[in-house]
């Protein structure tokens, strides 16, 4: 899906969830390259999915989370409340 359909489809708190999660990109991820965007239909949350596997995700408008999944914890997500704390785990696994 290219952006503008994406955002055209976003309304009212998925629209402030996509823009805090650009805002979070833009001020903790910035040097990073976007790999995917969309929403999750089962969770509601909007997702920016990075190159270097650290998905920011939002939901209803809510503050983002940074979540990482865990391939040798059979793919379990952890969450993390900054990219800085994110990205030490990711360079963990």
Known sequence: ????DFVNKL???????FIIC???LNNEANNQ???DIGINDGSGAVYIALENGIIINS????????TVMDHKDDDQEKDFDNYYLAENYLNTL
């Open 33 to 35: 390259m976007i790999e």
């Open 22 to 24: 650009l805002e979070a």
């Open 59 to 66: 939901s209803f408008g809510q503050r983002v989370t940074f």
């Open 11 to 17: 309304r009212s708190s998925d629209l402030a969830s």
């Open 1 to 4: 899906m290219d952006l503008l």
